[in-house]
């Protein structure tokens, strides 16, 4: 089922107190058209600039993610892009009017909710995820960090985090689909030791923070007089002292942990696309989770220049073997050149070809180094597409597909025998009066061989009673 692109149906206002700057600060979420993404705007600055919420404009990530463009900045977006990214938004504009989202809670549960006040809405666009197709991994050693994405049919993360601490000891926590973020995760409240409030202060931060937005973890012991001067430093409420975890009212025996995997989530929407694959985390934090999103980043990049192989198991039963192709398509050996479907959609078809020397070709082409021709492989990319083409007629037996153009040709490799040919081909148009226009490419193993973009026009073939009458009309 071919999924769509989802934006918001009206815009909808939340106002609140950024954790680090204490400012009041307003921010609206409106709809955005097909492929705008995520970004951010500060209405508050001449010539209100946007700010696209994607890794490579991560300024900083000290005590949370800030992006930034030229003068434009705005801080903690971890908590907005992660309740954006659980309702699967692919588009949507962020209006704010200071350089800091408001706090709230310290989760993510007050954004998804006003998100949801304003409804989601389908576009008219498919949604293109990022599928994690071999293992990407992040580490830092000496800080005993380690990122790694598995493939996977869907979204899921665990995560462990371990602080040395006394009180939290090693936590974890998990997301088997992200529709499970609501329930589980998007109340999840950010948290700080005890012994970091003063130097955070000095540092100009956490001046909105309080005990309920935030988690305060004592680690040792701290006499009475001791945490009344911090709490009046930092012009926080005076509360009683104690070791252990200050707030009284934790959501879950793991919350920590449950955050952590939250600002995950909003970090990893700075790739720009939803995916499909499983994430383990030790240790995270929001440089690791960036830098980890910068490395998928250049992922994409690489697919959108290269094209991203189609999975291909050797023992996987195929959709349509050759002698169903043989019923769809009018070719026959020696001239056919796929030898079995593995994936077929409304708009999209994966097929392979396996080479050996047994080819007829290979007899002159060339007789010392065996060559496929260039022209035999536009010829299988064809085929391929002619079956996605013929599969839904009554009678394709009785038509044909003729090519009327071919553009764009690349060829990468050479094609060998003992090479296996992976072809994806997708629809650039829906097939209009009999006008067939794609886009194809052909892989050896992961690496991208040939590309090329045909079209071609469909044409029912004359049958012998219609042959005989129209030699008698003659």
Known sequence: ????????????????TGLHTGAHVKMTFKPAPIDYGYKFQRIDLEGKPTIPALAEYVIDT?????????????????????????????????????????????????????????GIEEQDAERQYFEVKENIRYVNAEKGIEIIAYPDSKFSIDVLIDFNSKVLGQQFASINDISDFENNIANCRTFVFAHELVPLFNMNLIRGGQLDNAIVIVENKISQEEFDRIADFCNKPRVKAREGILNEDLKYDNE??????????????????????KFIAKKPGHFANTEFAKQIRQCIKFQQKNGVAPIFHPDQKPIYDINDIMKLLPHRPPFLLVDKIMEI???????????????????????QEPVMPGVLQIEAMAQVGGILVLKDLEKPQEWSTYFLKIDNVKF??????????????????????????????????SSLAMEAEMMAQLVHNKTGEENNETNTEE
């Not at 060998?416 to 193993?445: N, S, W």
């Open 1 to 16: 089922m071919i999924e769509k692109q989802q934006t918001i149906k009206n815009e909808v206002s939340i106002e609140g």
């Open 62 to 118: 000290s005590r949370g993610t800030t992006i930034g463009r030229g003068d434009a900045r705005v801080s903690t977006i971890e908590h907005v892009m992660a309740a954006v990214y659980s309702l699967g938004i692919d588009n949507i504009l962020i209006e704010i009017d200071g350089p800091e989202t408001p706090i709230m809670s310290g989760s993510s549960i007050e954004f998804l909710n006003a998100l949801k006040e304003a």
């Open 256 to 277: 920590p942990a449950r955050h952590k995997l939250l600002d995950i989530i909003g970090d990893l929407a700075l790739t720009g696309k939803m995916i499909k694959g």
């Open 345 to 367: 959609s409304d708009n999209s078809v994966v097929g392979v070809k396996c080479v050996t020397m047994n080819e007829p070709f290979f007899v002159g082409h060339f007789p």
């Open 412 to 445: 990468k490799h050479k094609v060998v025998p003992g090479d296996t040919l992976i072809f994806k081909l997708e629809y650039l148009a829906p097939v209009r009066r009999g006008i067939c226009h794609m886009r194809g490419q052909m892989f050896i193993g």
